[in-house]
């Protein structure tokens, strides 16, 4: 399983911003999706999952962000609005052939993306 992430950039605060992952593979299997995000000089934190039918968020970015998915395209998406300074990171996404629900461990995801830089400027 390969994942592919893109739509990251440069925004100003208050912006918004679509993060897409795509997944490829001969057997891809995936249940649950997530992103994660690494800021510079801290370390890698959880963001958003989703599960079959559930979603999980940071609560920093509760009400701001959005999961979704396209499972005919195996595909993720995270929606990013009223974006913060603090948002400012690189964005990875993972997915799990293992768990059904929406974890935020790191450690539960079984495939990483390449990463994608997120730049919120004032």
């Known amino acids: 399983v390969q994942l592919q992430a893109s739509g990251g950039g440069l925004v100003q605060s208050g912006g918004s911003l679509r993060l897409t992952c795509a997944g490829s593979?001969?057997?891809?299997?995936?249940?649950?999706m997530g992103w994660f995000r690494q800021a510079p000089g801290k370390e890698r934190e959880f963001v958003a999952a989703?599960?079959?039918?559930?979603?999980n968020y940071l609560d920093p970015v509760k009400g701001r962000f959005t999961i979704s998915r396209e499972d005919a395209k195996n595909t993720v998406y995270l929606q990013m609005n009223s974006l913060k300074l603090e948002d400012t990171a690189v964005y990875y996404c993972?997915?799990?052939?293992?768990?059904?629900?929406?974890?935020?461990?790191?450690?539960?995801?079984?495939?990483w993306g390449q990463g994608t830089l997120v730049t919120v400027s004032s």
């Open positions: 593979g001969r057997e891809y299997r995936v249940y649950s």
């Open positions: 993972a997915a799990s052939g293992r768990h059904g629900l929406p974890t935020r461990y790191a450690t539960d995801y079984d495939y």
């Open positions: 989703i599960g079959w039918s559930r979603t």
